[in-house]
């Protein structure tokens, strides 16, 4: 009967890809401890405005289905429709322009370190 050997190589340093991986998931990790609470508020603040974006368009929708399921004729539910399409509009482009700022006020409390090493 022949005798079981046991391998004691470590997979992920035989496989070049996988060391890759765990350099990449190492640096990831070491990056986020240097961030700070003032740039994970501010991560916190974009959030909050993202839900609250969203909420405020779920209303918008299930007004509009009521406001349709009310309508009286085709050409109300067209100009209904016509408004909710337009305030959708207006309201993605004033959000984009506030998640633009909080993007850059996050940013800018963001330290200056080195995400990837060299």
Excluded: C
Excluded at 33 to 60: C, H, I, N, P, Q
Excluded at 70 to 91: G, Y
Aim: proline share 3%.
């Amino acid at each position: 009967m022949a005798a079981k050997t046991t391998s004691t190589s470590n997979p992920a340093s035989d496989n070049p890809a996988l060391a890759a991986i765990r350099d990449m998931q190492s640096a990831g990790f070491a990056s986020t401890s240097t961030m700070g609470t003032a740039w994970l508020e501010a991560m916190s603040d974009l959030g909050s405005e993202v839900l609250s974006f969203v909420a405020e368009r779920v209303k918008e929708d299930v007004k509009t289905q009521h406001q349709i399921l009310h309508a009286k004729s085709l050409a109300q539910v067209q100009h209904i429709q016509a408004e909710f399409v337009q305030k959708a509009v207006d309201q993605y482009s004033a959000e984009t322009g506030k998640l633009v700022e909080l993007s850059k006020v996050a940013m800018a409390k963001m330290p200056a370190t080195k995400i990837m090493p060299d």
